[in-house]
């Protein structure tokens, strides 16, 4: 059996109008309902996300990210990506996602 790194959330408000999500660990079918789940506080205007400490990403991983990029235009915010390893920018770029994501320049 493959050995799993929990998914681990650290949140951040660098601003009244920013929420900061830090993901770390793996984004999977046992740990998307933790990102889905997420609660935001109300005000924010933009959601910047760091996937850089990613150590795995299934497709439910990356619907959980579609699921909240929608939560959050719904809130009438911008989800930015801020930073991610080249592996994912591939992955996004493969899938198509880096279309829907703002994706950090590199």
Do not use: C, W
């Not at 059996?1 to 830090?22: S, Y």
């Not at 046992?30 to 795995?56: I, Q």
């Amino acid at each position: 059996m493959l050995d799993k790194t929990p998914l681990r959330i650290d949140v951040a408000t660098p601003d009244e109008t920013t929420i900061r999500l830090a993901l770390s660990g793996d984004l999977d079918f046992d740990t998307a309902a933790d990102l889905t789940g997420l609660t935001l506080d109300a005000g924010y205007h933009r959601l910047d996300v760091d996937l850089s400490g990613l150590a795995f990403i299934d497709s439910s991983g990356l619907a959980a990210l579609v699921r909240l990029q929608r939560q959050v235009e719904g809130a009438d915010a911008v989800l930015r990506v801020v930073a991610l390893t080249p592996y994912l920018r591939n992955l996004m770029r493969m899938t198509g996602l880096d279309k829907l994501f703002s994706l950090p320049p590199g």
